[in-house]
């Protein structure tokens, strides 16, 4: 199953920000497997999108995201300015998005931000950003709902902000969709087991600080309940070097923080070394069931990006260069590892940058009939 909302692909120069990121990329992986017919001859296929998925669901209409599913798991001081009532008002978001997105360089001047050019305003993004929150959140119930013979599997064409911080937003990342889903599946009673799979070419440096924070009572984040926490695992296959983790922004990050904590199996593949990447991720795998002491989780969150892909365009992705036929094997290596375990997927979009950033996710879906 496949959830798309065309209604959430809006273009980032509209709010004046000048990044490669193609709001062409799901619209062309669903003309692409249009085109293939595989969207019209497997089960897995069927398109929804997220009012299909919530009639599907026996929700009723009205925000299925609302403010207690974000303090479950970011600082209630932080949740509070972007809903523009913290001590700044309504500045409070524009700056919180002013430093999710890099828009400002450090002698105060616009990067990349070009606002007289912008036709909506900024702080809107965030309605967008909650409604990529609620696209994941159903992406995991649509694959818990599914039965029959194989693990549910729903992919969704959005999503993936996988840098969020405790306290603020990272890396084009305001919040973080995966744990604020997880962590509510959780409250709901209807998961208690997750794995966390992190395939982005960038470090899942929000997820493991959450991760490790909600784990500990009394650090930050400690007020969550720590028991549920401990069965959130974590896994991140990444770049060794280049953004989180070049130099610059770990001497920027204090000790303790993002993205100096670990998850709990990372992978690190140097530049050059991609030949490396499908074995070492296969062992990730193992190592990852292995730490859960061989209990099987009741969903896992794949973050699909694809970004590692050799024609990715953004400039911090350029130290892992996957062939498409790599970056097809790597999801299928995840997808079968889950399959023969029986265990449900819902799958994230996260990063991918350029006119070509659809064609790892395309083209991993087009094999699915096969899989
Ligand atoms: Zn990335």
Redesign the pocket.
């Known amino acids: 199953m496949i959830l798309y909302d065309p209604d959430l692909i809006q273009a980032y120069t509209d709010y004046g920000i000048m990044l490669p990121i193609s709001p062409a990329r799901a619209p062309r992986i669903i003309d692409f497997l249009t085109q293939t017919g595989v969207l019209d001859t497997h089960p897995l296929k069927p398109v929804l999108d997220c009012p299909g998925a919530r009639r599907l669901l026996g929700e009723s209409p009205g925000p299925l995201i609302n403010r207690a599913d974000l303090e479950r798991v970011h600082q209630k001081e932080f949740v509070a300015a972007l809903y523009q009532e913290g001590p700044e008002g309504s500045q409070g978001l524009v700056k919180a998005l002013l430093k999710t997105y890099e828009l400002i360089d450090s002698q105060g001047r616009p990067h990349r931000y070009e606002p007289d050019r912008a036709v909506k305003p900024l702080a809107a993004l965030f309605h967008l950003t909650l409604a990529q929150v609620e696209g994941t959140y159903l992406a995991c119930r649509l694959a818990l709902k599914q039965e029959g013979p194989t693990p549910g599997f729903c992919y969704y064409l959005g999503g993936g902000m996988h840098h969020a911080r405790y306290d603020h937003g990272a890396g084009f990342c305001l919040i973080h969709d995966m744990m604020i889903a997880a962590r509510k599946l959780q409250a709901e009673n209807q998961v208690q087991r997750i794995w966390i799979i992190d395939l982005?070419?960038?470090k899942g440096c929000g997820t493991a600080e959450l991760v490790h924070f909600s784990r500990i009572p009394g650090a930050l984040g400690g007020n969550q309940d720590a028991a549920k926490a401990l069965e959130i695992s974590t896994l991140s296959i990444h770049m060794a070097q280049g953004w989180p983790l070049d130099e610059e922004t770990l001497h920027a990050a204090p000790l303790g923080r993002a993205p100096w904590i670990k998850g709990d199996v990372e992978i690190d593949i140097e530049a050059g070394a991609e030949d490396t990447y499908v074995p070492e991720l296969q062992k990730g795998l193992e190592l990852l069931e292995k730490r859960s002491q061989n209990l099987q989780p009741d969903l896992a969150i794949v973050v699909d990006?694809s970004?590692p892909y050799e024609h990715d365009e953004l400039p911090s992705?350029s130290l892992l260069r996957l062939s498409l036929d790599c970056c097809i094997e790597r999801d299928r290596l995840v997808y079968q590892y889950l399959r023969e375990r029986g265990i449900p997927s819902a799958w994230i979009m996260?990063?991918g940058y350029g006119e070509r950033a659809w064609e790892p996710n395309g083209y991993f879906l087009r094999t699915l009939p096969d899989a």
Do not use: Q, R
């Open positions: 982005d070419a960038h990006g970004d992705s996260a990063g």
